[in-house]
């Protein structure tokens, strides 16, 4: 498993990376701190999660220098139609000159009261983003899409100039979304995955798949749940924590072998969630069925 992905535009982008949705800003400042200093070279935040501002404080305190690492963050809902604003906003919480890539969080903008805005369409946001980071590459080195569907991918690949260098979702082998992945991946687009370990309480992590498959390697159930994505070619991953322990073990992955894939992939779906939840009814709940 190589230690890097290189992107569209030619920069490399790590492997394994913290994710800090739902990292509290009391807790998450210490995370990021850590992180860095024990060596990862991916931090993956969002103006959504609200603590922009506390994982600007932990790179501070590591003491590890900005170009040595890897920083993403992405556009809220309800900036979508001030997206400049939003980038200059983002870059003074982070504390950063700039991002190595800044994603829109979904293809669905929204009001301040968490209401469909249909008055902006997402497609005139990207649009936007393609201008801010030809005209700003010393703030933003590379721009991309999360929670985007092969339906709106396809709409935006059709009617924009560049392609998304990263499409962020969530998967797990409970969501494993592969239709998304082999579509990004054939336009060149980075997957990376959010929520491995399937998000909270997960059931997946008392999995006894993933536990015997953890028993044989000598390792916890988390780092086989990070490494099924880190074994999937053009993807990488996002393992959450706010805990020292586990953030340094989730910096681990594992070989696994066709036979194991096959086996956690064959897991079955019922604990679904969020974007693969059989209720989950997409970008419907946010009041968007349809790309366009
Ligand atoms: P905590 O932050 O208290 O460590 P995901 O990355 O899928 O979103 O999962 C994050 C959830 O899994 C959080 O509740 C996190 O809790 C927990 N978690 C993170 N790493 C591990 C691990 N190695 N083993 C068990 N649980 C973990």
């Given at each position: 498993i190589n230690s890097t992905i290189k992107l569209n535009t030619g920069a490399e982008m790590p492997t394994v990376g913290l994710g800090t949705w739902k990292s509290a800003p009391g807790e998450v400042e210490h995370a990021v701190e850590h992180a860095l200093r024990i060596g990862y070279k991916l931090l993956?935040?969002?103006?959504?999660?609200?603590?922009?501002?506390?994982?600007?404080?932990?790179?501070?305190?590591?003491?590890?220098?900005?170009?040595s690492f890897f920083l993403t963050t992405k556009l809220n809902n309800p900036d979508m139609g001030r997206p400049k604003e939003a980038l200059e906003h983002s870059l003074k919480q982070l504390d950063t000159p700039y991002l190595d890539l800044w994603l829109m969080h979904w293809p669905a903008p929204m009001t301040k009261n968490d209401k469909a805005d249909k008055s902006i369409d997402w497609l005139d946001t990207w649009h936007e983003m393609e201008k801010l980071y030809k005209a700003h590459p010393d703030k933003v080195k590379a721009i991309g899409v999360s929670n985007f569907s092969v339906e709106f991918l396809e709409r935006l690949l059709a009617n924009s100039e560049i392609v998304p260098a990263v499409n962020q979702i969530e998967l797990h082998p409970s969501c494993p979304q592969q239709a998304v992945v082999d579509f990004s991946v054939s336009k060149g687009i980075v997957v990376t995955a959010y929520s491995p370990l399937g998000s909270d309480n997960s059931p997946l992590l008392k999995n006894p798949v993933v536990n015997k498959i953890a028993e044989k390697y000598n390792v916890g159930p988390g780092t086989v749940l990070i490494s099924l994505q880190a074994n999937r070619p053009y993807v990488n991953v996002l393992p959450k924590s706010v805990k020292n322990e586990r953030i340094t073990q989730n910096l681990k992955v594992i070989g696994l072998t066709d036979e194991e894939i096959k086996e956690l992939n064959d897991i079955s779906k019922e604990s679904s969630f969020r974007a693969c939840h059989p209720n989950w009814t997409g970008w419907g709940n946010l009041g968007f069925t349809e790309a366009v």
């Open positions: 993956d935040t969002a103006t959504a999660y609200g603590n922009e501002a506390e994982v600007g404080k932990g790179i501070k305190a590591s003491g590890v220098p900005r170009e």
